[in-house]
């Protein structure tokens, strides 16, 4: 059973820092994919950052730069470094995982995390 656990929320002032934290246990990324979601209050869930399982980082077109997400396969962590927090980042954000599915498209966002609330004030 695939498990996600997000840490390292928490309340900031506007130009702050965070690093978000998610383990994964039963869950070994050797096709698909791991990322960060989040989700303000009255918008729908947005991804922030995905990293395939041979590294190769993207990110939204908002992070402008901010965001840095890395994983340590050791640990089996999932990590999102936040720098220069703005107020729009206020959002819970989601760790998820792909699964293969065999077919097109070949991997699809399947585990969720609880999520963990980053508040950003001006």
């Known amino acids: 059973q695939v498990q996600l656990a997000e840490s390292g929320g928490g309340s900031v002032q506007a130009g702050g820092s965070l690093k978000l934290s998610c383990v994964a246990s039963?869950?070994?990324?050797?096709?698909?994919?791991m990322g960060w979601y989040r989700q303000a209050p009255g918008k729908e869930r947005e991804l922030v950052s995905r990293?395939?399982?041979?590294?190769?980082?993207s990110y939204a077109e908002f992070v402008e730069g901010r965001f840095t997400i890395s994983r340590d396969r050791a640990s089996n962590t999932l990590y999102l470094q936040l720098t220069s927090l703005k107020t729009d980042d206020t959002a819970v954000y989601y760790c998820?995982?792909?699964?293969?599915?065999?077919?097109?498209?070949?991997?699809?966002?399947?585990?969720w995390g609880r999520g963990t609330q980053v508040t950003v004030s001006s």
């Open positions: 998820a995982a792909e699964r293969f599915t065999g077919s097109e498209p070949r991997c699809a966002w399947t585990y």
């Open positions: 990293i395939s399982a041979n590294g190769t980082t």
């Open positions: 039963g869950y070994f990324p050797t096709t698909c994919g």
